[in-house]
């Protein structure tokens, strides 16, 4: 039945393989027997991952119908193992527009929102992108590989009492949906003290409920119900088929990528390629993370965005090496606009200007780094931190000289999160959050661009504290407000 159904799909859909194969038809086609890096070249395996990738949003759509015909009022939500590391096609997962079916995206997952390594990790990631995308994303927040156990474990894979208020948090800053699904589940044996313990959810514990009460009470104080728009005008692409056909390669350097510009306090956005010719226009700069797949349509777009002024960074070697079905090209499609070929051994940064706009090209040297943590569905040897992630300090500085100016700079001692959102296309929101385990009070100076923010006064919303006005100083052309005693979250509050 699946062979036949696939051979009807090459009929409508792929009618070209005939001559590139020298086949008289697909009556006799066969389904490949297995899909892999090893055959992802393969024009029947590319087909045929199209074919399952297409047939599994439609029964998303056919469900997605049924369930609104019984329910009107309900949302349709799934949860496609986002950001675990395993090649998402394989799993018949079209990452955009997966997301594109759903009302709320659960992100199970272990991306729990703190720091490590020196970086901060956290579901960040889900959040940003399913918002670009115009769906928003739930936390799963298991912390453990053993996240789905609730039984004899040294420590519970949900939430501590004292960890919620980052877990409820997170998803308010960057435009994800603050939710609780891990606390429905029987309560861990370490927090049992008699059997008719076992039979209570986890959030009925005295210690759960009481923590998150008191952060949904703060987030409910919040002026940021309502839809939200990002601000940012660095948008880092999410490239459809680099994500199906060289998963490891791409997957990485997103991760990579995204993971710095929050350890910088650099807000973002996500640019979904299926999206690049109506949404570049939003953006100053483009990040291409090791985009080594681009049609012809994609690269002329990405020309057109630079020629009227805007900027890209292209990260990795070998960009538009190959083309949207992995098919080899003598160079780089766009050698002309970046003004590297694949052939030049660079080290450091390569900028070309190409009519009004401007490219920087970092390609990276010496080997990969290690492997990404929290990836846990991912396969040994893969979900490596790309070369060029060793030199932090020169992409963001290349970052800044793309850009000219930032829309916003974070002084402060610790590394903390930022957002910047448009609310209800009624207030600007400028979001702080810290992912530290245990933050200290800090003072913090937060300075914004005219561009984006002309105001010179905004309401300080943070936990335990009454709102209060905030003036700025203005220096150079920028605004600058300083916050005192910061720790978990702050929100600065602009009204249009």
Not at 163 to 190: C, K, M, S, Y
Not at 474 to 486: H, P
Request: proline fraction near 5%; aromatic fraction near 10%; include cysteine.
């Amino acid at each position: 039945m699946c062979r036949t159904a696939f051979a009807e799909y090459l009929k409508i859909h792929r009618r070209d393989l005939l001559e590139k194969l020298y086949l008289q038809d697909f009556e006799h086609i066969e389904i490949p027997f297995e899909l892999n890096l090893g055959t992802m070249a393969d024009p029947i395996a590319q087909a045929f991952i199209e074919f399952n990738l297409k047939r599994n949003v439609e029964l998303h759509l056919e469900f997605k119908e049924y369930l609104e015909a019984l329910s009107p009022d309900g949302l349709f939500a799934s949860n496609p193992a986002l950001y675990r590391g395993r090649n998402y096609a394989l799993r018949g997962v079209d990452f955009y527009r997966i997301l594109a079916v759903n009302d709320l995206i659960y992100l199970e997952d272990k991306f729990f929102p703190e720091e490590k390594s020196g970086q901060i990790s956290g579901n960040f990631h889900g959040f940003i992108a399913g918002n670009a995308a115009g769906v928003p994303a739930i936390p799963g927040s298991w912390k453990h590989a053993e996240f789905d156990a609730t039984r004899i474990q040294p420590e519970p894979g949900m939430p501590l009492p004292q960890e919620i208020e980052r877990v409820l948090l997170e998803p308010v800053v960057f435009g994800g949906a603050t939710g609780a699904v891990w606390a429905v589940r029987n309560t861990p044996d370490r927090f049992c003290s008699v059997a008719e313990d076992k039979l209570k959810m986890y959030f009925e514990q005295p210690s759960v409920y009481s923590n998150m009460k008191k952060t949904l009470d703060y987030i409910r104080t919040l002026p940021l119900f309502g839809e939200y728009h990002n601000l940012a005008n660095i948008a880092v692409l999410y490239h459809r088929n680099s994500l199906i056909f060289d998963f490891a390669s791409h997957q990485s350097a997103l991760h990579g990528i995204e993971e710095l510009f929050m350890s910088s306090g650099i807000p973002y956005s996500c640019l979904f390629s299926e999206t690049l010719a109506s949404d570049s226009s939003k953006y100053r700069l483009i990040i291409l993370p090791e985009v080594r797949l681009l049609s012809d349509l994609e690269a002329d777009l990405l020309r057109k965005f630079v020629a009227g002024g805007g900027r890209i960074l292209i990260l990795g070697v070998n960009c538009g090496l190959f083309d949207e079905y992995r098919q080899a090209r003598l160079d780089s499609v766009l050698y002309n606009l970046s003004g590297v070929s694949c052939y030049d051994n660079i080290d450091g940064v390569v900028f070309n200007h190409y009519e009004k706009g401007q490219v920087g090209t970092i390609a990276g040297s010496g080997l990969p780094g290690a492997p990404f943590i929290n990836m846990m569905s991912a396969e040994p040897g893969t979900m490596i931190s790309p070369s060029w992630l060793s030199r932090p300090e020169m992409i963001i500085e290349t970052v800044d000289k793309l850009l000219g100016e930032r829309q916003l700079k974070v002084d402060c001692a610790n590394k903390i999160g930022v957002s910047i959102a448009k609310i209800e296309n009624k207030r600007i929101a400028v979001q702080l959050f810290s992912y530290a385990s245990n933050p200290e009070p800090q003072d913090v100076k937060v300075t914004l661009s005219t561009t984006v923010v002309s105001g010179k006064q905004c309401i300080v919303y943070m936990p335990d504290s009454k709102p209060y006005v905030l003036d700025c100083l203005t220096e150079s052309g920028v605004n600058i407000f300083k916050i005192n005693n910061f720790i978990r979250h702050a929100a600065l509050i602009f009204e249009e």
